[in-house]
């Protein structure tokens, strides 16, 4: 044999480099490929990061380009277009899928939330500074380019691969092969691969979004659940001025998480002592909201429609009816219904379905000051306005307000200052100009918003309470209640769809039925759930009054047993009412109600 000239290792060293550069380019492309259907999210942020998972949808990928490209034939490019866009929609599915829990709590469910995604960047662009919002649109605009040009060189790559008749299409085909078997071990025969794991795949979720799209088209045809009784006297409520505020993102965890208890805590001692203080108590506990993190809506038209409402499509349904409301059940006793809503800057012909009979929305209110969040108007504001549009009315009906808050909303920043001058509150200048200052220069963490969001809980007991204390002596009934939990990137994934409820009144009776039928004493509403958002109607009913005969009875005859009067029961315990005719002067006389324990009953 002759000896390896120089040249010749040269080559031979140059063949070898070219081969593992081959190798690589190909390993890297299949990586490439692989993580883009198989990365996690990083909660609680809109980023993701890789675990090691596999890809199903690789897998089969494989195999269907080892079939098109069997004996030598090439993918044609624009077949190859076609592909990379194929796999940026899997991948945005993949985002989507993994993100939308971490961010919101929640599955995704592209048929809801494409069209609310436009409020969603509104908002958001409001609340962050212009030069922010034009950098996260240029960073998002690179990276789309970027991955669209890296998954359009790696299904290339791949693709070369699959159609070459030497080792790569052989490993093209071993991996595919690989995949497909080690998914089908570990789903039916419950074979735990001791190293790799497999993200769900993608086309599950785009399979779930066809199953979603077509009940909601089908909700057209659906049945909705018939209207609660509303046929309470309201007699304990007779006279007072009733107020359900709900606190937009007033969940559970504000209670149940060690970081917000601590931040909360003077707030609420303050709140108690203004309960208390004002001659009133207060009594909680835990509902469950029809939604979490967002959508709050559905809590809205479920309490005061008595119907449980999860989704858009049954709204609209719903919408289409005629109903009774707790609206409109407060309207026929004589009391003067309002919307108090200074997040309301459009026509609202849902209000015609509600009922009521006066609707405040933010032109209205007319609000002169420093704008904060996505509203532009504090709470305490929107409460003082009410006071100066409706207290000095005569004659002086009671009122049923209903009050969905908005300082407390996504992102929760920035949040107002508290005023304890209410009165200066209606001015074009409620905050001095070294406070406003103050409250603009703090930036949020955008990959934490939990501070922001306890700031923006301490505003809203801070509110509360001084509302309390300029109506000391005011006939007053005030129900808190939250409509949703935070979204998961302040509360968390995976808990519970409870919010609070608090109903805070001087009248012992109603605090005594409230909490024969569940509710605890103070402000913590520590204990098991009381019901469901939509439950929680008939519950208020009875403890605001009793249940008049059904219609066609006469007086005297049995009348509809109420949950109220059911609870009793089960306690073991008897109720006694006493009350006369009504008058000309009194046309709702209020009962007077005894608890009684039974013998021998707890």
Known sequence: MFPPTPEAGFLVGALRSSIQRQWVSLAGALLILNVSLSFRNLRPTPAVWWAGDLSLELGIGLLL?????????????????????VWAVLVFGRYADVTTPALLGREINLFWDLRFGRDVIEMFARAVPWWLVALIAL??????????????????????????????????AVTGIGLVLLFALERTLGYAVPVFAFAAPVTQMYVRQVRLVRDALGAA????PPT?????????????????????????????????????????????????????????????????????WFAHISLLSGVDIRDPNANALLMT??????????????????????????????GAFYGFQEIYGGGRLDYRGPQFGWWDIPDQFALAKLDELELGRQPKRPLFVFF?????????????????DWVRM?????????????????QPDWTNLSPSYGDAMAYAH???????????????????????????????EGQPWDVPVHVIAAQRDILDRLRVLGFSDGLDPSGDRIAKMHELLPILLDAFGNREPEPGRLAGHRVRRSDFSQALIRRGTTVQVRGGAPTDHDPIRTPTVKLRPRAGAN
């Open 139 to 172: 960073g998002l605009l690179v990276l789309v380019w970027s991955l669209h040009r890296l998954l359009r060189w790696s299904l290339g790559r791949v693709a070369a691969a699959a159609s070459d008749t030497t080792g790569e299409r052989r490993r093209i």
């Open 321 to 350: 009816q005629r109903r009774d409301t707790l609206v409109t059940a407060f309207g026929r006793r004589g009391f003067r219904t309002i919307a108090l809503m200074p997040g309301l800057w459009q026509a609202w012909p849902e």
């Open 228 to 296: 609660p009784p509303m046929n309470s006297d309201l007699a304990l409520v007779a006279g007072a001025d009733v107020i359900l505020m709900f606190m937009e993102s007033y969940g559970a965890v504000t209670w149940q998480r060690p970081d917000f208890i601590e931040r909360l805590a003077p707030l609420r001692a303050q709140l108690s002592a203004s309960i208390g203080q004002t001659g009133r108590g207060v009594v909680s506990g835990f509902v469950e909201a029809p939604t979490y993190g967002g959508s709050s």
């Open 404 to 420: 969905p808050t908005v300082s407390t909303h996504t992102p929760f920043t920035p949040t107002p200052p508290y005023q304890p």
């Open 221 to 224: 045809s659906r049945e909705l």
């Open 426 to 442: 209606l001015s074009a200048q409620p905050f001095d100009d070294k406070i406003i200052e103050e409250v603009f220069d703090r």
């Open 462 to 492: 801070e509110v509360v309470a001084g509302y309390l204390r300029q109506h000391a002596d005011r006939d007053l009934v005030l129900i808190v209640l939250g409509d949703h939990q935070p979204p998961a990137l302040v509360s968390g």
């Open 65 to 85: 380009l080892l079939l098109a490209t069997r004996r030598g034939r090439q993918v044609p490019p624009r077949a190859l277009g076609i592909l990379s866009v």
